[in-house]
């Protein structure tokens, strides 16, 4: 089935720097690659997503672009802020398993 | 509208009890998911309903773990004769139809095991 590596497990970013978190997948008929932030205690919800058919996407501070023929993708916070602390996971939907797979997460800390 | 729900946001149980998790998917979604999610880690795919169709419990762990959904609605997750190692929060989400449409997830259920 899929596998989705997910790194760094844990990145500490001073407040108005960038952070990069990075995913790889393994299954090529993978088209579909959500994110989703989650606080803590709290539901994971969904920041941006990406599919199979474009390279980049944009939504004010934050960016995904994918890769699909190296088979990876990552997510970009310009502008880092306090308030973007939290756990973030990627995932992949696989076509052959018709499942969502998520990565193991990472934790985000913005120092002030 | 109302997002997706789930009852109760705790609970704690013997070892050997069984336990009923519920879930309400948000209105006119027709997939419907649950995950365990383990203190510290990743949410880890449990079983799948789409529609009428008969569910993906692919990711069940153990014969203990079973899932019903009525029609579109909701869903009840059961777990016969709990262990330890089951303590985790459950997680539900639904979507409008098929994997691929994004998932929103409820608050979880926060399952204790003694």
């Known amino acids: 089935g899929e596998n989705v590596e997910q790194h760094p497990s844990t990145l500490s970013v001073q407040e108005g720097d960038s952070a990069v978190i990075k995913c790889t997948y393994s299954?090529?008929?993978?088209?579909?690659f959500p994110w989703y932030k989650q606080e803590l205690g709290k539901r994971p919800q969904l920041i941006i997503d990406?599919?199979?058919?474009?390279g980049e996407k944009k939504d004010q501070r934050i960016a995904v672009t994918l890769n699909k023929t190296a088979k990876h993708f990552s997510l970009h916070i310009t502008e880092t802020q306090p308030e973007d602390s939290a756990v973030y996971f990627c995932?992949?939907?696989?076509?052959?398993?018709?499942?969502?797979?998520f990565g193991s997460g990472t934790q985000l800390t913005v120092l002030p | 509208g109302a997002g997706v729900s789930q009852s109760p946001s705790n609970k704690v149980t013997e070892k050997g009890k069984d336990v009923e998790l519920r879930c309400d998917p948000i209105?006119?979604?027709?997939?419907l998911y649950w995950y365990r999610q383990r203190l510290g880690q990743g949410l880890e795919f449990l079983i799948y309903?789409?529609?009428?169709?008969?569910?993906?419990k692919s990711g069940l762990p153990s014969d203990r773990f079973s899932a019903e959904r009525t029609g579109e609605s909701v869903s009840t997750l059961t777990i016969q004769r709990t262990q330890q190692e089951d303590s985790a929060v459950y997680l539900c989400?639904?979507?409008?139809?098929?994997?691929?449409?994004?998932?929103?997830f409820g608050p979880g259920t926060r399952l204790l095991v003694l």
């Open positions: 989400a639904s979507s409008l139809g098929g994997v691929e449409e994004t998932q929103y």
């Open positions: 299954d090529s008929a993978s088209n579909y």
């Open positions: 990406i599919r199979s058919n474009v």
């Open positions: 995932a992949s939907f696989s076509g052959s398993a018709r499942q969502l797979t």
């Open positions: 209105s006119g979604h027709t997939a």
């Open positions: 309903f789409q529609g009428n169709s008969a569910p993906d």
